[in-house]
């Protein structure tokens, strides 16, 4: 009966040991799973978003009347050439987003020109902004003007309104503050020296 028993032991043994080599033997190696998602950050295929982005950025410039929400034929090429087939819907969507976003920028540079037009009327020169993003980065580059007029200052002590805005105030205001500088010195060098 003894050898039954010590018999036993071994064989609880042996198993043991072997799960433990099986174990060990998984988490060092791991199995190969399937191939990397080849859209997924770090993956091959992700050089193409840069281009389609480009696309996008490119048409919201040259043909700003045509929005970024019909694609057409902007991409077909670069798709047909660049991007596989998989990746066409990120492609569109970084075409859009891309787009989108010069198209904000085109509107905030507009609203900038009209807060800093020489007979613009600070009350109304916003209210002729074609679009939203133009009209509150109008008024956002007034704000920043008239901080450079009462104190010279561009800083919004940690309070900020967000992109396109808070660049559209800091321009504004140091573009204020520098003429404003230039135009101080300028009087001041003008003086008649007294003698």
Same mark, same amino acid.
């Given at each position: 009966?003894?050898?039954?028993?010590? &018999?036993?032991?071994?064989?609880?043994?042996?198993?043991?040991?072997?799960? &433990? *080599?099986?174990?060990?033997?998984?988490?060092?190696? @791991?199995?190969?799973? /399937?191939? /990397?998602?080849?859209? +997924? @950050?770090?993956?091959?295929?992700?050089? *193409?978003?840069?281009? $389609?982005?480009?696309?996008?950025?490119?048409?919201? +410039?040259?043909?700003?009347?045509?929005?970024?929400?019909?694609?057409?034929?902007?991409?077909?090429?670069?798709?047909?050439?660049?991007?596989?087939?998989?990746?066409?819907?990120?492609?569109?969507?970084? &075409?859009?987003?891309?787009?989108?976003?010069?198209?904000? +920028?085109?509107?905030?540079?507009?609203?900038?020109?009209?807060?800093?037009?020489?007979?613009?009327?600070?009350?109304?020169?916003?209210?002729?902004? =074609?679009?939203?993003?133009?009209?509150?980065?109008?008024? =956002? $580059?007034?704000?920043?003007?008239?901080?450079?007029?009462?104190?010279?200052?561009?800083?919004?002590?940690? *309070?900020?309104?967000?992109?396109?805005?808070?660049?559209?105030?800091?321009?504004?205001?140091?573009?204020?503050?520098?003429?404003?500088?230039?135009?101080?010195?300028?009087?001041?060098?003008?003086?008649?020296?007294?003698?």
């Amino acid at each position: 009966m003894s050898d039954q028993i010590m &018999f036993n032991q071994i064989n609880q043994c042996y198993i043991i040991i072997s799960l &433990f *080599f099986i174990i060990s033997r998984a988490v060092a190696e @791991p199995e190969p799973g /399937p191939d /990397p998602d080849p859209l +997924s @950050p770090g993956g091959a295929s992700m050089p *193409f978003l840069e281009s $389609c982005c480009n696309v996008g950025t490119s048409r919201a +410039s040259s043909l700003p009347d045509m929005g970024c929400d019909r694609i057409g034929r902007s991409l077909d090429g670069l798709m047909a050439a660049d991007v596989p087939d998989l990746a066409r819907p990120q492609c569109e969507l970084a &075409f859009s987003m891309c787009c989108g976003r010069q198209m904000k +920028s085109i509107a905030c540079d507009h609203g900038k020109s009209l807060a800093n037009a020489t007979n613009a009327d600070p009350a109304t020169a916003c209210a002729v902004a =074609a679009d939203p993003t133009s009209a509150q980065c109008c008024q =956002a $580059c007034q704000m920043g003007r008239q901080a450079a007029d009462t104190t010279g200052e561009c800083s919004m002590s940690g *309070f900020g309104f967000g992109q396109p805005f808070d660049g559209a105030y800091h321009e504004c205001c140091r573009s204020k503050t520098k003429s404003s500088g230039r135009a101080s010195s300028s009087r001041r060098r003008k003086k008649p020296k007294s003698g």
